[in-house]
């Protein structure tokens, strides 16, 4: 792939571990359960509906990450740009979460720990309608913003 692909179709992506970098993607599917990381510039948008099979999850360098729908992985999500929010009612299930900082526009976000991991929010958390924290066996943690 290549910097503003769009991953439309079913892709399976599997034994190794993933990273894509570049402007921007939209990832519409993935799998494997192996880790996927995406360290773009631009806006890299997420579709829980359509990304199945990852471990742990990364998105990064610099740009903003939107999630949409409901994302679950068996291992971690970290976030280390923005997180914006676009449609109503998305939730992030991971054993633990790590978020940079979180633009809710408007909308409720909720954050389901399913192990003893850590829910992480370093930055600012803003114009989410409801923030809702369930952090499984593990803690949670508010720094920055």
Same mark, same amino acid.
């Given at each position: 792939?290549?910097?503003?692909?769009?991953?439309?179709?079913?892709?399976?992506?599997?034994?190794?571990?993933?990273?894509?970098?570049?402007?921007? $993607?939209?990832?519409?599917?993935?799998?494997?359960?192996?880790?996927?990381?995406?360290?773009?510039?631009?806006?890299?948008?997420?579709?829980?509906?359509?990304?199945?099979?990852?471990?742990?999850?990364?998105?990064?360098?610099?740009?903003?990450?939107? $999630?949409?729908?409901?994302?679950?992985?068996?291992?971690?999500?970290?976030?280390?740009?923005?997180?914006?929010? $676009?449609?109503?009612?998305?939730?992030?299930?991971?054993?633990?979460?790590?978020?940079?900082?979180?633009?809710?526009?408007?909308?409720?976000?909720?954050?389901?720990?399913?192990?003893?991991?850590?829910?992480?929010?370093?930055?600012?958390?803003?114009?989410?309608?409801?923030?809702?924290?369930?952090?499984?066996?593990?803690?949670?943690?508010?720094?920055?913003?």
């Amino acid at each position: 792939m290549t910097s503003n692909d769009t991953a439309a179709a079913a892709r399976t992506i599997g034994l190794w571990d993933v990273t894509f970098a570049g402007a921007g $993607v939209n990832i519409d599917g993935a799998g494997g359960d192996d880790d996927l990381t995406l360290n773009f510039t631009g806006t890299t948008v997420v579709d829980g509906a359509e990304v199945t099979d990852v471990r742990n999850f990364a998105s990064g360098n610099g740009g903003s990450t939107t $999630v949409t729908g409901t994302f679950t992985t068996t291992g971690t999500q970290t976030y280390s740009d923005a997180v914006t929010v $676009v449609t109503a009612n998305t939730t992030l299930v991971a054993t633990g979460h790590t978020l940079a900082a979180v633009d809710g526009g408007g909308f409720n976000l909720t954050l389901t720990g399913s192990g003893a991991g850590t829910t992480t929010l370093g930055g600012a958390v803003s114009n989410v309608g409801v923030l809702s924290i369930d952090s499984g066996t593990g803690g949670i943690t508010v720094s920055g913003g």
